[in-house]
């Protein structure tokens, strides 16, 4: 069945330096694929999406680029702050029966010290 | 425009006990979701609705039962609480236009059972 795998955390970084969070997937078809921000004590926000390959999402800084030849969608920021700390899912929408689910990776935490 | 809001925030039921938890959206969504989040697994998917009347199970439907009497309410039931039923509950929308649309998430529901 489809699956999102992501790397395990806690990814802890200074202010200002560059992140990668890696994310792959397995799918049939062209998923679209999401990742989606939990900061501390909130719910899930959305924070880039691509519907297709090729595609690049961005968002307040962040960006993910739809690789369909290595089943990619790595979240990348070219200078993270304090306030990025929080926990990151990456996410395709797969099918079901007469809807559409998403299917989370397990979420990758992300500490940003000044 | 308030968004998606669940209730209760925070809840500690004993083994048996039941509860309802409630999921509200005011943007005339026609899809509702409940998710639960447990450590180290993300979020799956226990039921979800394609508009009023209407429900159907997700992966994890087990001991959970749902009723969407009226468009904008989903509430989630648990008739026997069991300590395995612990997590984070998430409630989610979206409209019905096409399978891009974006699922937007309430700020979730903290379960706690003894």
């Known amino acids: 069945g489809d699956s999102v795998t992501q790397m395990e955390g806690p990814v802890t970084l200074s202010e200002e330096a560059f992140l990668t969070i890696n994310c792959t997937y397995t799918a049939t078809g062209y998923p679209s694929l999401f990742w989606y921000v939990q900061y501390p004590g909130e719910g899930l926000q959305l924070l880039l999406k691509a519907t297709k390959a090729d595609d690049k999402g961005s968002n307040k800084g962040f960006e993910a680029t739809y690789r369909k030849e290595t089943t990619s969608f790595h979240l990348e920021k070219g200078s993270v702050q304090v306030s990025d700390s929080a926990v990151y899912f990456c996410?395709?929408?797969?099918?079901?029966?007469?809807?559409?689910?998403?299917?989370f990776g397990t979420g990758t935490r992300l500490q940003v010290f000044p | 425009n308030a968004g998606v809001t669940q209730t209760p925030k925070f809840r500690v039921l004993k083994t048996g006990q039941s509860m309802t938890l409630l999921c509200a959206q005011d943007?005339?969504?026609?899809?509702m979701y409940w998710y639960r989040q447990d450590p180290g697994m993300g979020l799956r998917l226990i039921h979800y609705?394609?508009?009023?009347?209407?429900?159907a199970k997700g992966e994890v439907p087990d001991g959970y039962n749902v009723s969407r009497l009226k468009k904008q309410n989903f509430l989630l039931g648990l008739e026997s609480a069991a300590p395995s039923q612990t997590s984070v509950y998430f409630c989610a929308s979206r409209s019905s236009g096409g399978r891009k649309e974006t699922q937007y998430f309430g700020p979730g529901t903290r379960l706690l059972v003894l």
């Open positions: 996410a395709l929408r797969g099918l079901m029966y007469n809807t559409d689910k998403l299917i």
């Open positions: 609705s394609v508009g009023e009347g209407t429900t």
């Open positions: 943007m005339n969504h026609e899809y």
